[in-house]
């Protein structure tokens, strides 16, 4: 069986190129849903159907284990995913999401001011700030900025013109006194910007889920081994997409 991982668009192929890196030997089937990107404007409803559309794609081709590498779909539906439709459905598969690790990850390089970059919909659902609260030892606060121009733009390659809106962001933070130690990028897209926000703010600690959805995927599989026994190991990579093909940044 396979591991799937779902995106809104091609972002999460940098999720599952980094994926591939660091376990090569598992299968692997990616799903795109470049006809509906971006889903961070859209309503909960239109969210909900194209992410069970794509995951059930996924499970219908062989994969035990889905990860919604899109942000917005971790943070609107994947808990209804889990609790109400896998149950009745799929009931020996399993669907992870990418805030929980990413929080998680936050937690344990000790920030306490952290700002959040991400598309509308993540940042209205309250996701980020639900989790951390339930690991909030540190008493961490997030700043939730909505960032709903870098999608589009980094789905037409404008990576340049990206960074410095985003880079505009946090300044704009900065100058108004918000402390940050840290800043997660909350969509799989934004890890294209990661290298030039780390060169502007050299003492801001950048979360990017391409560097660490990998490893809490191999922790996962360490701890899961009835689950791990079940994937094929063939190494092989298969990807579809609803809509139009990806462009080569992302192949």
């Not at 779909?73 to 990413?102: C, F, N």
């Not at 001011?113 to 606060?141: M, W």
């Amino acid at each position: 069986m396979k591991i799937g991982i779902f995106d809104s668009g091609r972002g999460g192929l940098l999720v599952a190129n980094a994926v591939r890196e660091l376990l090569p030997n598992y299968n692997y089937l990616y799903y795109g849903d470049t006809a509906h990107v971006p889903y961070g404007d859209r309503p909960e409803s239109e969210i909900y159907t194209f992410t069970k559309a794509g995951v059930e794609y996924l499970f219908a081709n062989g994969c035990l284990i889905v990860i919604l590498a899109c942000n917005t779909a971790s943070a609107e539906t994947l808990r209804k995913l889990q609790d109400e439709w896998l149950p009745v459905h799929y009931p020996d598969r399993k669907i992870l999401g990418v805030i929980v690790p990413t929080i998680e990850t936050v937690r344990e390089a000790t920030c306490t001011r952290v700002l959040l970059l991400a598309t509308a919909r993540t940042v209205s659902a309250g996701k980020y700030h639900l989790e951390l609260g339930k690991q909030n030892i540190l008493h961490a606060k997030i700043i939730a900025q909505a960032a709903i121009e870098l999608v589009p733009l980094i789905e037409d390659d404008k990576i340049g013109v990206a960074t410095k809106i985003a880079k505009q962001h946090i300044t704009e933070h900065l100058q108004r006194g918000d402390v940050i130690d840290g800043v997660i990028l909350g969509c799989t897209h934004y890890s294209l910007l990661v290298e030039g926000l780390r060169k502007t703010f050299p003492s801001i600690r950048f979360f990017s889920q391409t560097e660490i959805i990998p490893e809490k995927l191999q922790s996962y599989l360490t701890a899961h081994t009835e689950l791990q026994t079940k994937l094929g190991r063939e190494g092989t990579f298969t990807a579809y997409f609803t809509g139009q093909e990806p462009r080569p940044w992302s192949v």
